[in-house]
Structure formats: C-alpha cells, structure tokens
Nanobody
Framework: QVQLVESGGGLVQAGGSLRLSCAAS????????MGWFRQAPGKEREFVAT????????YYAASVKGRFTISRDNAKNTVYLQMNSLTPEDTAVYYC??????????????????????WGQGTQVTVSS
C-alpha cells in the first residue's frame, strides 16, 4: 500500500520558517516527479512547488518563489519543502503528491492536481500575524 506522510507543520509567527517533510512508503518514487500543494479554508487546492525525479529541475508558484525551496532525497524516498519568510497568506493545509510514472527519459514538472496519482493526508501550517 502506497503512503505519503507529511510532517513538520505547525504554528509559526509571520516572518518565520518551517520545513515540511513527506516520507513515501509502499513503492519508490525515485523516478517520479513529486510536488506540494496547499488548500486554505474555502479555497481550492493550489499548486505550490514541484521537483523532477532527479531533483535537477524545480518549478514554483509565483506566490512562493524566492521564499520556498523544494528538495528531495531519493535514498530516503522523501521530499521536503523549506518555507521561509512566511506570511498569514501561507496558512493552509499542505499536501504532498507524487506521480505514478517512472519515465526518467522525460523531465516532468506537473503543476495541476490531475498530474499526480498519490496524495498524503496533509499537514496544517498556520502563520500568525
């Protein structure tokens, strides 16, 4: 059974930092793109960041570019999201996602919800002003 388990969320003051982790089990995702999304109350789930299977390519939503950094450790089957300079607008449940494809010949950076096949349960990030 494939599982993605997020951790590292919590309450932080504006301007602070958090590092989210997403540990995968049940299969290896070392050949698959992985990403982070977030969903605030009353809003749709939105793309945050994605990383290619090798970690050599990344893409960010404009709202987080320059503040957030996505990375991965394929040996640990884990993806990370370092979040700096947090603002109250970053408050949301953050979800980790992974695609099922393991085609390493093509660099894929999905930015839509439909581009991913596996999802974690989410971790709450709350930024106070």
């Amino acid at each position: 059974q494939v599982q993605l388990v997020e951790s590292g969320g919590g309450l932080v003051q504006a301007g602070g930092s958090l590092r989210l982790s997403c540990a995968a089990s049940g299969r290896t995702f070392s050949s698959s793109a992985m990403g982070w999304f977030r969903q605030a109350p009353g809003k749709e789930r939105e793309f945050v960041a994605t990383i290619s299977w090798s970690g050599g390519d990344t893409y960010y939503a404009a709202s987080v570019k320059g503040r957030f950094t996505i990375s991965r450790d394929n040996a640990k089957n884990t993806v990370y999201l370092q979040m700096n300079s947090l603002t109250p607008e970053d408050t949301a449940v953050y979800y980790c996602a992974a695609e099922a494809s393991a085609d390493t010949l093509v660099v894929v950076l999905p930015i839509g919800v439909s581009g991913y096949d596996y999802w974690g349960q989410g971790t709450q990030v709350t930024v106070s002003s």
